[in-house]
């Protein structure tokens, strides 16, 4: 359990630290990111479109464009129910392209976690998220040492505690930083 919940906070970390000591700066305030595609002053629903536009920015900044998303599920769950003019799915329960022409965001695997908040403030509303799109090649996590765990029976002795340490140094490094964007505004 204190290794997963070691995990969960390098995660937070990596995608969202603020950089102050004793925080790692993670993806979403790393400097000299590739400017996003727009949502609006207030942010709006997410389109496959959207994803495409974030490939092409990656690409005119002469990156190698997008192999990645990294999103909150509800993101996800999102595109999963955009229709064509039909009001047929694009994209299947599992993420597969159902009619052509395929969408853009069928190629670039999605990774999904609860760790990019959904109650980021765009202009009035609360309610937003961010995905992050780019580069895998770029993006490095460097390790200082692995995991160090400790136990203590003593510390907490009176009541029959056990005491765990969970110690894990690592940080991430973004290689070309404009090989990421992100988008921001994302609401359900």
Known sequence: TVIRDLAIQQDIQWLRGSGSTPQV????????????????????????????????????VNALGADFVICHPRTENTLRKEKDNEARYLVSADGRPTVAPYPAAGYLPIYKTTNLI??????????????????????????????????????????????????????????????????TGIRA
């Open 118 to 183: 959904i109650t980021e403030t765009v202009g009035s509303n609360t309610d937003t998220s961010t995905a992050i799109v780019g580069d895998g090649s770029q993006i490095f996590i460097v390790e200082r040492q692995g995991i160090e765990l400790a136990f203590s029976e003593h510390l907490y002795f009176n009541t029959d505690e056990l005491a765990v340490r969970a110690i894990g140094r690592s940080t991430i490094v973004i290689l070309q930083p404009a090989a990421v964007l992100l988008i």
């Open 25 to 60: 700066t993670g993806i979403i305030e790393y400097a000299s990111l590739t400017t996003g595609p727009s949502l609006g002053t207030n942010g709006r629903t997410v389109k496959h479109d959207d994803f495409i536009e974030a490939d092409y920015l990656l690409q005119a």
